[in-house]
């Protein structure tokens, strides 16, 4: 069993931290520097934590447990226009990040109007690429329930978000709802915002837990942190991917963003321990800038 953890500091010495994680069997997720400051997403057997910990008191750094570290999430909002992405849709994608998730924002082209809201099948499928969706919605009760159309088909956890006070049960389709995150012209600081943004994370980390509990009943052969970590090494083309995160794990697979069409064969020839990627996995085309899509295939459906 592995803990995912985040560490911040300076790059002073980062390699130190690095090689450790290496030494104990243990995965770099992501890395991210800004300017003298490094945030490293980690993954470490749980019996080794108490050694990162210590080494990062060491070089000055902090240690924090990353629950949603490994996972991606889709922060879906009714359109890109101002009125809808900013602010509060930036600042759950903001907090959510805090917490190791990696997510994308993503805005639909027709979900403006209670009335008139669409959603395409390509929106679909490409939000269900992730491992969990955050709807955030408005501030009217009846604007949120005639939205419901919009994912109560998808076929991953949805959380919807928005100000009134709803009972999930009368939003079809929706796994949970976080209330006090509705529409508003400013940055989410008031105390009451981060309350409700702490109960997002609380929720979300909740359903991805049994998430993770639902695939360990029936686990993929190899794990995703695995593949990650063995796609990274056998495949020169990821060194000259400038993307944050050229590859990112979910529970289930990863994204690989290198284009299908020309890395789907070398993709599935990665061999990880005593198998060919291809060999216990589904390897597909994203709708996302045509990225390649792996999805480890359950062991039930191998062996």
Do not use: W
């Not at 990062?56 to 890109?80: D, N, Q, R, Y």
């Not at 955050?134 to 009760?141: C, D, E, I, N, P």
């Not at 796609?231 to 993307?243: C, D, G």
Request: aromatic share 4%; with cysteine; proline share 5%.
């Amino acid at each position: 069993m592995y803990e995912t953890l985040t560490y911040t500091g300076g790059v002073h010495k980062h390699e130190e931290i690095t090689e450790l994680i290496e030494d104990l069997g243990g995965f770099v997720l992501q890395e991210n520097l800004s300017q003298m400051d490094l945030v490293i997403t980690l993954a470490v057997p749980i019996e080794d934590v108490d050694k990162v910990q210590e080494k990062a008191k060491e070089l000055l750094g902090t240690v924090k447990i990353a629950p949603m570290a490994g996972t991606e999430v889709a922060i879906v909002s009714p359109t890109l226009a101002r009125q809808h992405l900013p602010h509060s849709a930036c600042d759950i994608s903001e907090y959510l990040r805090r917490y190791g998730a990696k997510d994308n924002m993503i805005g639909l082209s027709r979900g403006a109007g209670k009335g008139i809201s669409r959603i395409s099948q390509d929106e679909k499928k490409l939000i269900e690429e992730h491992d969990l969706a955050v709807f955030a919605l408005g501030s009217f009760r009846e604007c949120i329930l005639n939205k419901t159309h919009l994912f109560e088909d998808i076929e991953i956890p949805v959380v919807v978000t928005g100000a009134p006070d709803i009972d999930v049960n009368d939003i079809p389709g929706a796994s949970a709802y976080v209330g006090g995150l509705g529409r508003i012209p400013s940055r989410l600081k008031r105390g009451e915002h981060i309350r409700a943004l702490r109960n997002l994370a609380e929720t979300v980390e909740g359903i991805l837990d049994d998430r993770r509990k639902e695939i360990s009943e029936d686990p993929p052969i190899v794990p995703s942190i695995l593949v990650k970590t063995e796609i990274e090494n056998q495949i020169p083309a990821i060194k000259e991917v400038y993307s944050p995160g050229p590859v990112v794990s979910q529970l289930d697979g990863v994204r690989v963003k290198l284009d299908y069409r020309v890395y789907k064969d070398e993709i599935g020839e990665v061999k990880v321990d005593d198998y060919v990627l291809g060999d216990v996995s589904e390897i597909k085309q994203s709708l996302m800038y045509d990225y390649t899509l792996v999805k480890l295939l359950p062991e039930s459906s191998i062996l």
